[in-house]
Nanobody, 124 residues
Framework: QVRLVESGGDSVQAGGSLRLSCVAS????????MAWFRQAPGKEREGVAA????????YYADSVKGRFTLSQDDAENTMYLQMNSLKPEDTAMYYC?????????????????WGQGTQVTVSS
């Protein structure tokens, strides 16, 4: 089992920044990928960014490239999502996910473990 706990969500104005954190505990060694997903009201959950363990650059959804940065602190088993130049359309519940997944990191069904989510609200 893997437990994921997100934090850092808040309400900000457009153009602002936030940093989300996801702390992982448990059998994280059974996974090969951690990711951020988000779900806005009335919309499907979508992949935002992901990183595979063992090296390599993070992957990003086109909608956040150049504005969001995913990073890890392996010693603390923590994944971060630095979000800059936030837009109202970034408003959503953000979820941390972990799993043993293939190359299609944006497929939420491949992730076995999920956090409870943290709310990000961006006002115009």
């Amino acid at each position: 089992q893997v437990r994921l706990v997100e934090s850092g969500g808040d309400s900000v104005q457009a153009g602002g920044s936030l940093r989300l954190s996801c702390v992982a505990s448990g059998s994280i060694y059974s996974t090969n990928c951690m990711a951020w997903f988000r779900q806005a009201p009335g919309k499907e959950r979508e992949g935002v960014a992901a990183i595979y363990f063992g090296g390599g650059d993070p992957y990003y959804a086109d909608s956040v490239k150049g504005r969001f940065t995913l990073s890890q602190d392996d010693a603390e088993n923590t994944m971060y999502l630095q979000m800059n130049s936030l837009k109202p359309e970034d408003t959503a519940m953000y979820y941390c996910a972990a799993g043993h997944v293939g190359p299609a990191w944006y497929r939420q069904g491949d992730f076995a473990y999920w956090g409870q989510g943290t709310q990000v609200t961006v006002s115009s």
